[in-house]
C-alpha cells in the first residue's frame, strides 16, 4: 500500500489523501476544480471540468499511471443541465470510453469558492485499466462529484 501525493493537485482538504495504490490499482480521492499553483477556481462548467480532469491526470501521472488507462469513472454533477457540456469535456480525457456513471447530487463540500463537478477515481499501475475523470467544479457544493477506476 503506498500513499500518492503531489503538488501537480490540490492538497486534500481533509483527514484523507489524494490517492492510494494497493496492489497495482490505483484509487483517487475527489478531485476539484482547483489550479493547484494559485488556488483560483475558473469560471464555468467547462473551465471547471477541464481543471478537474487536469487535476486527476496529475494525481495519476505521480502514480505512474495515466487517463489511458481508467476503467471506470463516477460522475456527481450539481446541475444534469450541464451535462452536455460536462460531457464534451470528459470526451476529450477520456478517450477509451471508461465504463461510467453520472447523477445529480443536491451539494458537495468545498474548502473554496465553489465547484460545479469534483472528481475522484481509482488506476492501476501497469498496463491494463485506466486513469482518471475529472466534472466541472464551479461550485462544488452545487454540482458534481467524480470516481475513476484504472490501471497501470
Known amino acids: 500500500m503506498r500513499v500518492i501525493d503531489t503538488i501537480n493537485a490540490p492538497g486534500a ?17 475527489g478531485q476539484i476544480p482547483v489550479d493547484p499553483a494559485d488556488g483560483s477556481v475558473p469560471e464555468g462548467i467547462a473551465a471547471q471540468a477541464e481543471q478537474s480532469c487536469k487535476n486527476v491526470r496529475a494525481i495519476l501521472d505521480a502514480a505512474g499511471s495515466s487517463i489511458d488507462h481508467v ?3 463516477t460522475c456527481f454533477l450539481a446541475d444534469m ?3 452536455a457540456a460536462f460531457n464534451e469535456v470528459y470526451a ?12 445529480a447530487v443536491k451539494a458537495l463540500p ?6 460545479a463537478a ?11 485499466c485506466g486513469q482518471n475523470h475529472v466534472p466541472g467544479f464551479q461550485e462544488i457544493r452545487d454540482r458534481g462529484f467524480t470516481s475513476i477506476l484504472c490501471t497501470r
Do not use: M, W
Request: proline share 6%.
Open 13 to 29: 482538504i481533509g483527514p484523507y489523501s489524494q490517492a492510494f495504490e494497493v496492489l497495482g490499482l490505483i484509487i483517487t480521492s
Open 81 to 83: 443541465g450541464d451535462f
Open 92 to 103: 476529450k480525457y477520456f478517450t477509451s470510453k471508461p465504463a461510467r456513471s453520472c447523477v
Open 118 to 128: 469534483p472528481v475522484n477515481g481509482a488506476a492501476a499501475l501497469a498496463f491494463s
Open 110 to 115: 468545498v474548502r473554496n469558492q465553489g465547484a
Open 71 to 73: 476503467v471506470k469513472t
